[in-house]
């Protein structure tokens, strides 16, 4: 017997640094995913180390592990807990949804050491096609919206990547400003969910210069993020991720503009199959 997992990357539209406070965030699933395929062995544990440890952390059984993965490592497009949530269903293809993003959680927390909130885990699961996931931290539940056409959405990879856990941002921000980073932050999700390609343009730069008070960018990405801002046809862009890194969004009139980036689309949320 063995089991396939398939778990999409994150992108985050607006919404970061919010879900472990209870806030809110517009997401969606992108087309990139990792594949972890599960093939149940007599004893033992087969596989690379981080993989074998989180598999047994989760209390998988005997197992021959194998990951593939076209998400980029350390690049704020959620690699980490893509790979948690597919030992989570390989373990167990009928969990709960919501209960396999805690467990994925879990196990990313003791393992990882990374104290990510949610976010990234029910981006993964609660995805839909064409569609952004609105998520409410308060209440651990979502609802889907429609993503016109007209909303094109690209990447470009800052070339800055970062190491998971080597930053504590919550500890280092004084807890006023971070209060009104969420507070502004929920606002600006609000607004995002009906808005024009310009309005959402608008609120991804203000986004973009919140995570900057709270000490979660870098001189390096908001260089960038300024040029892509100023360039001819850009609506909106803004560091993605938990920060210090990664992948920048950006939010452009066609598909012609920015021609060497990465154009991303709402994709199939995360599953499993199993075969005999």
């Given amino acids: 017997m063995h089991r396939i997992a398939s778990i999409p990357a994150r992108i985050n539209i607006i919404g970061e640094h919010t879900d472990y406070a209870g806030g809110l965030a517009f997401a969606f699933a992108a087309p990139q995913r990792l594949t972890l395929k599960a093939t149940a062995i007599a004893e033992g544990f087969e596989g690379e180390s981080t993989i074998v440890s989180l598999w047994k952390e989760a209390k998988g059984w005997p197992a021959q592990l194998t990951v ?133 343009g608008l609120l991804l730069n203000g986004s973009h210069e919140s995570l900057r008070t709270i000490g979660v960018s870098l001189e390096e990405i908001d260089q960038q993020v300024m040029i892509l801002q100023n360039t001819p046809g850009v609506f909106g862009a803004r560091m993605m991720g938990g920060g210090f890194g990664g992948m920048i969004l950006v939010l452009v009139e066609d598909e012609g503009i920015l021609p060497r980036a990465v154009l991303v689309q709402p994709s199939e949320a995360g599953f499993v199959q199993e075969f005999l």
């Fill in 68 to 200: 593939t993965s076209e998400i980029p490592i350390g690049a704020g497009m959620s690699s980490s807990a893509a790979l948690c949530l597919a030992i989570v269903l390989c373990i167990d293809k009928d969990i709960d949804s919501f209960q396999a993003c805690r467990e994925a959680q879990r196990i990313e927390h003791v393992v990882l050491g990374t104290e990510c909130g949610l976010l990234d885990q029910m981006a993964m699961m609660f995805s839909k096609p064409n569609h952004a996931t609105l998520i409410d931290f308060s209440t651990n539940t979502t609802t889907h919206h429609h993503l016109s056409e007209s909303h094109v959405f690209k990447l470009i990879d800052s070339k800055i990547h970062r190491t998971l856990g080597e930053m504590n941002y919550r500890k280092s921000v004084e807890e006023q400003i971070k209060n009104r980073h969420v507070k502004e932050e929920n606002q600006r999700v609000t607004k995002a969910i009906r808005s024009s390609p310009e309005e959402l």
